[in-house]
């Protein structure tokens, strides 16, 4: 038998496993492409950004993420608008995402984001809440 060596992942992990999910999904669905995004401020310093891809006309968002001393500038939307965008003009017809009820879940509903699946409680007291928009 074959020996394993099960740790954590790390950074350089983390993207050899998201490398090789994108890869393996690649030989279903070909038409895939990376459409995550980094803000950074005048000083060259990350603000936000998100981890999202797009599978044929289904684009997600993994991961957004907005430095706390820029939340509620408008940041966050303008991030998402631009990755809506991004899919959009690259054939994407909805984008679906996943929050949890600390985080975010009425900041996509004012962008037009329709909750259809919810954990509830999922971590404690909070619900795992899955939304979709038509772009």
């Known amino acids: ?14 993207a050899a496993v998201h490398a090789g999910l994108r890869a393996y999904n ?6 895939t492409a990376d459409l995550s995004l ?11 950004g998100c981890n ?12 957004l ?10 940041l966050g939307a303008c991030l998402l608008a ?11 017809k ?3 995402l996943n929050t949890f009820g600390f985080q975010a879940p009425g900041f996509y509903e004012k962008l037009g984001y329709r909750r ?9 007291e909070y619900g795992h809440y899955f939304y979709v928009k038509e772009l």
């Open 94 to 96: 909805r984008l679906e």
């Open 38 to 48: 980094v803000v950074e401020d005048g000083a060259g310093q990350i603000i936000g």
């Open 116 to 124: 259809f699946a919810a954990v509830e409680p999922a971590v404690g």
């Open 1 to 14: 038998m074959e020996h394993y060596v099960i740790k954590p992942a790390g950074e350089a992990g983390e």
């Open 26 to 31: 690649r030989t279903f669905v070909s038409d």
């Open 65 to 74: 993420w907005v430095a706390e001393s820029r939340r509620g500038t408008g």
């Open 52 to 63: 999202a891809f797009r599978m044929g006309e289904l684009a997600l968002l993994d991961v």
């Open 82 to 92: 631009q990755l809506e965008q991004d899919a959009a003009r690259q054939g994407g």
